[in-house]
């Protein structure tokens, strides 16, 4: 099982970039989704959570309205669209996926985003 994240990339400063997190070898029945950020010398954030049987969504303050968390069931896959980038956006971005039951805790890899001119 496994969670592998792509769509990183360079962009410039208020340009987009949606990232994609896909589930192998599970599905997301029963999990919380969650994607965070690590910026280089600075602790893992969190971004967004899309989670409970109605797709509850929560953001960040510092990325409130300017992303998106969204799913799609049918390709086991979960979605971070961003807008508006700033400089300070860039990070590592990571997928987690973690079970209301507690027993799986699982992370993707990351996925670069840089933002700069």
């Known amino acids: 099982a496994q969670l592998v994240e792509s769509g990183g990339g360079l962009v410039q400063p208020g340009g987009s970039l949606r990232l994609s997190c896909a589930a192998s070898g599970f599905t997301f029945d029963g999990y919380a989704v969650s994607w965070y950020r690590q910026a280089p010398g600075k602790e893992r954030e969190w971004v967004a959570t899309?989670?409970?049987?109605?797709?509850?969504?929560n953001y960040a303050d510092s990325m409130l309205g300017r992303v998106t968390i969204s799913k799609d069931n049918a390709k086991d896959t979960v979605y971070l669209q961003m807008s508006s980038l700033k400089p300070e956006d860039t990070a590592v971005y990571y997928c987690n996926a973690y079970s209301y039951d507690g027993v799986r805790d699982q992370w993707g890899r990351g996925t670069q985003v840089t933002v700069s001119s």
């Open positions: 899309l989670a409970g049987a109605g797709d509850t969504t």
